[in-house]
């Protein structure tokens, strides 16, 4: 398993640094956020973000983070992160406990 999110890509070598949240929404936008590691730096194309979305109140949070890379788009489990890039379909799953 590769655990570069740009892999196949080129650019710089980007992996996942896991962090307390309850939600991960996948943002793709032509423009770049300001201050936000872009996903796909140096790879060029769409800016990729990940946002992670706190609720102190919320008793579930994530555990456990992975990628989950395939070749094609048979079924959708989360944002794909490759949207719009030629290559592998690339998702979030992730596990919720409390």
Do not use: C
Not at 2 to 25: R, S, T
Not at 38 to 63: C, P, V
């Amino acid at each position: 398993a590769n655990p570069d999110i740009n892999g196949g890509f080129g650019g710089k070598y980007i992996y996942l640094i896991p962090k307390p949240a309850v939600y991960i929404q996948i943002i793709i936008r032509d423009s770049e956020i300001s201050g936000q590691s872009d996903l796909a730096e140096g790879a060029g194309g769409k800016f990729r973000y990940i946002k992670l979305i706190y609720d102190a109140s919320d008793d579930e949070k994530i555990t456990k983070v992975a990628l989950y890379r395939k070749s094609n788009n048979d079924r959708s489990l989360s944002s794909d992160i490759n949207k719009d890039r030629s290559g592998d379909f690339l998702h979030l799953i992730y596990r919720v406990s409390n």
